[in-house]
């Protein structure tokens, strides 16, 4: 995804704990096994997806991340269990666009 690296993408310059480098995607036929909740807690504004990608993509073997429409929470789904457990450690309760950011894992695949 292009998006993911454009400077205005650059989740670093709105996440309050310092995040590891951008990892590129996972492959598209690499099976999912472990899916994300999260949830911007109170944001005045919608999260650009792009801007959601270049975030969790730091903790590599990311599928997808994408917010649901029209609402300031959504999925993240990794190709690694160490990649999602990694990013729920860094990032559930940092602050991200000003507000608190929620993660934790979700019971479904």
């Known amino acids: 995804d292009p998006n993911m690296l ?11 704990t310092s995040l590891p480098d951008v990892q590129p995607l996972a ?4 099976p999912i096994v472990k ?3 999260f949830n911007v807690v109170n944001c005045p504004t919608l999260p ?3 801007l959601i990608t270049n975030l969790f993509a730091r903790f590599g073997n990311l599928a997808n991340a994408i917010c649901q429409r ?7 789904r990794y190709c690694s ?7 729920v450690q860094v990032l559930n309760g940092c602050t991200f ?3 608190t950011l929620k ?3 979700d019971d479904a695949k």
């Open 35 to 37: 899916r994300l909740f």
């Open 70 to 76: 029209g609402k300031r929470c959504g999925y993240a």
């Open 48 to 50: 650009p997806n792009a």
């Open 103 to 105: 993660v934790q894992e």
């Open 6 to 16: 454009m400077p205005d993408a650059d989740a670093q310059k709105v996440c309050s």
């Open 97 to 99: 666009m000003g507000c």
């Open 27 to 30: 492959k598209d036929d690499a």
């Open 81 to 87: 269990e160490a990649s999602a457990r990694q990013a």
